[in-house]
Nanobody, 126 residues
Framework: QVQLVESGGGLAQPGGSLRLSCAASGFTLDYYTIGWFRQAPGKEREGVSYTSSIGGSYYADSVKGRFTISRDNAKNTVYLQMNSLKPEDTAVYYC????????????????????WGQGTQVTVSS
């Protein structure tokens, strides 16, 4: 059974940091692209970043230079290090998996991902 479980969300002050984790089970990360998405109240879900199955990563312009995605295939876990957090980063963050590689910004489209976690809340506020 494919399962993705996010953790690491919480409350952070503006300028602070959080690290999100996405633990996968029921499949091997090696052959999957893993994406991070977020959804703020009243807004559509948007792509934040992905790490491709063949290496390489991509970031939305809104987080470029502040967020870093990484994967540990041995632990079947993907991380999202979030630094210099802003109030506009407040959202529920989801990780998602799709089979195969990704090469472009198009892979930040939620509809391309077959498997989703339940989400973790990130709130940035003073």
């Amino acid at each position: 059974q494919v399962q993705l479980v996010e953790s690491g969300g919480g409350l952070a002050q503006p300028g602070g940091s959080l690290r999100l984790s996405c633990a996968a089970s029921g499949f091997t990360l090696d052959y999957y692209t893993i994406g991070w998405f977020r959804q703020a109240p009243g807004k559509e879900r948007e792509g934040v970043s992905y790490t491709s199955s063949i290496g390489g990563s991509y970031y939305a312009d809104s987080v470029k230079g502040r967020f870093t995605i990484s994967r540990d295939n041995a632990k079947n876990t993907v991380y999202l290090q979030m630094n210099s957090l802003k109030p506009e980063d407040t959202a529920v963050y989801y990780c998602a998996a799709r089979s195969g590689a990704c090469f472009s910004a198009g892979c930040l489209t939620p509809g391309l991902y077959a498997y989703w976690g339940q989400g973790t809340q990130v709130t940035v506020s003073s």
